[in-house]
């Protein structure tokens, strides 16, 4: 089982600053990763997949980058909608799909 | 816009048995593999169960395995969940999910459903 490993578990950030968070896989994952919010009571959503592609309607303040088994995602100038948990999830080796612990991402 | 609907959940005694269902409409429901992850209270995401397009192949977590049961009916549209021999540690939001097929078959999860509580408690 690939085990994902998010950093650091809670992030604060002022709206307008950037936000640089980071997902490890135990082994590579090649370019199978995605990320998804999650907002209280809500179910998460996809934000990008294949590492760094964005899903439809997700604005380009976010960016992924990364392969094999460091990635990045990047909120460039963060808005009040933003704050939220993120996860990283690889899809490469499955079963299982695994997800990493998630960030939260506060106001500072 | 794709729908994911999941009424039901509830809660129910350690030992005992509860189906949750997945209703999903605009989209080709039997052309999808679909997932069931769950998130305990406070906890991160947990993904439980997958099912391919047609049925044809299903996935369990270890932690479910031989308990749970994924399955779906592709002329009504609807993913269930068989849920049996429930303990404490399965309490948690339930999420069905879509599959978008990049790696062998299956791949990430697009759409989400609203979450169904389940409490097992006696």
């Given at each position: 089982?690939?085990?994902?490993?998010?950093s650091?578990?809670?992030?604060?950030?002022?709206?307008?600053?950037?936000?640089?968070?980071?997902?490890?896989?135990?082994?590579?994952v090649?370019?199978?990763?995605?990320w998804?919010?999650?907002?209280?009571?809500?179910?998460?959503?996809?934000?990008?997949?294949?590492?760094?592609?964005r899903?439809?309607?997700?604005?380009?303040?976010?960016?992924?980058?990364?392969?094999?088994?460091?990635?990045?995602?990047?909120i460039?100038?963060?808005?009040?909608?933003?704050?939220?948990?993120y996860?990283?999830?690889?899809?490469?080796n499955?079963?299982?799909?695994?997800?990493?612990?998630?960030?939260?991402?506060?106001?500072? | 816009?794709?729908?994911?609907?999941?009424?039901?959940?509830?809660?129910?005694?350690?030992?005992?048995?509860?189906?949750l269902?997945?209703?999903?409409?605009e989209?080709?429901?039997?052309?999808?593999?679909?997932?069931?992850?769950?998130?305990a209270?406070?906890?991160?995401?947990?993904?439980?169960?997958?099912?391919?397009?047609?049925?044809?192949?299903?996935?369990y977590?270890?932690?479910?395995?031989?308990?749970?049961?994924?399955?779906?009916?592709?002329?009504?549209?609807?993913?269930?969940?068989?849920?049996?021999?429930?303990r404490?540690?399965?309490?948690?939001?339930?999420?069905c999910?879509?599959?978008?097929?990049?790696?062998?078959?299956?791949?990430?999860?697009?759409?989400?459903?609203?979450?169904?509580?389940?409490?097992?408690?006696?």
């Amino acid at each position: 089982e690939i085990v994902m490993t998010q950093s650091p578990a809670t992030l604060s950030v002022s709206p307008g600053e950037r936000a640089t968070l980071s997902c490890r896989a135990s082994q590579s994952v090649s370019d199978n990763l995605a990320w998804y919010q999650q907002k209280p009571g809500q179910a998460p959503r996809l934000l990008i997949y294949e590492a760094s592609t964005r899903a439809t309607g997700i604005p380009a303040r976010f960016s992924g980058s990364g392969s094999g088994a460091e990635f990045t995602l990047t909120i460039s100038s963060l808005q009040s909608e933003d704050f939220a948990v993120y996860y990283c999830q690889q899809y490469n080796n499955w079963p299982p799909w695994t997800f990493g612990q998630g960030t939260k991402v506060e106001i500072k | 816009q794709v729908q994911l609907v999941e009424p039901g959940g509830g809660v129910v005694q350690p030992g005992r048995s509860l189906r949750l269902s997945c209703a999903v409409s605009e989209f080709t429901f039997s052309t999808y593999g679909m997932h069931w992850v769950r998130q305990a209270p406070g906890k991160g995401l947990e993904w439980v169960a997958s099912i391919w397009y047609d049925g044809s192949k299903k996935y369990y977590a270890d932690s479910v395995k031989g308990r749970f049961t994924i399955s779906r009916d592709n002329s009504k549209n609807t993913l269930y969940l068989q849920m049996n021999s429930l303990r404490a540690e399965d309490t948690a939001a339930y999420y069905c999910a879509r599959d978008r097929g990049v790696v062998r078959g299956m791949g990430y999860f697009d759409y989400w459903g609203q979450e169904t509580l389940v409490t097992v408690s006696s």
